[in-house]
């Protein structure tokens, strides 16, 4: 997969809700819930979808808040692929705090 330009990578992560561009090659971002496992179970469902499409994440998990780190490592920066990932995590965000 192609790397993102410098001003691609801008407009693809102003698209995106609250994700943040770091260190010019990684999209960061927290997840606050209301108790420990509910942040697990998140964490496990992020873990299924990135083992189907093998796109893994960094997960920090810090009690009740996730810290989701996204890069596409082949191609030494970010590409359409973390942009879908992160989609998908806010996804399945949203149905978990229902």
């Known amino acids: 997969m192609e790397r993102f330009s410098d001003a691609q990578k801008v407009k693809e992560v102003e698209q995106l809700d609250g994700w943040k561009l770091e260190d010019d090659k990684w ?41 989701m780190k996204l890069t596409s490592w082949n191609a030494k920066g970010l590409t359409e692929l973390d942009m879908t990932s992160a989609r998908e995590y806010d996804r399945l965000f949203k149905i978990i705090k229902q």
Do not use: M, S, W
Not at 34 to 63: M, R, S, W
């Open 27 to 67: 999209i960061v971002k927290r997840y606050r819930f209301k108790d420990y496992l509910t942040g697990v179970h998140f964490v496990n469902q992020v873990a299924e979808y990135a083992e189907e499409i093998q796109h893994h994440p960094l997960i920090n998990i810090d009690y009740k808040v996730i810290t």
